[in-house]
């Protein structure tokens, strides 16, 4: 992933049919990290792994965290558009 994840942040699953058959999550779902961490002795090529919340659909417990893009925070604030 490249990225340090970290408990709250928000992310979309990079490939929506892969999301789909492999965790029950829609596509274009947008979900929020519970937990972040790396797997030591993986040969598999994926160490980092991601527990991710969606709100309407599952948990996903240990995906790769490279099959997920993070989602850009919205740094505008409501109050100063007035």
Not at 15 to 22: G, I, K, Q, S
């Amino acid at each position: 992933m490249g990225s340090i994840l970290r408990k709250g942040q928000r992310l979309r699953p990079l490939h929506p049919a892969l999301a789909e058959r492999e965790w029950g999550v829609t596509g274009d779902a947008v979900g929020t990290v519970l937990c972040c961490y790396r797997v030591g002795g993986n040969l598999s090529g994926a160490p980092d792994r991601v527990d991710v919340k969606f709100p309407r659909g599952p948990t996903v417990w240990g995906a790769p965290a490279a099959e997920f893009a993070i989602v850009a925070e919205d740094k505008s604030n409501p109050a100063d558009l007035h």
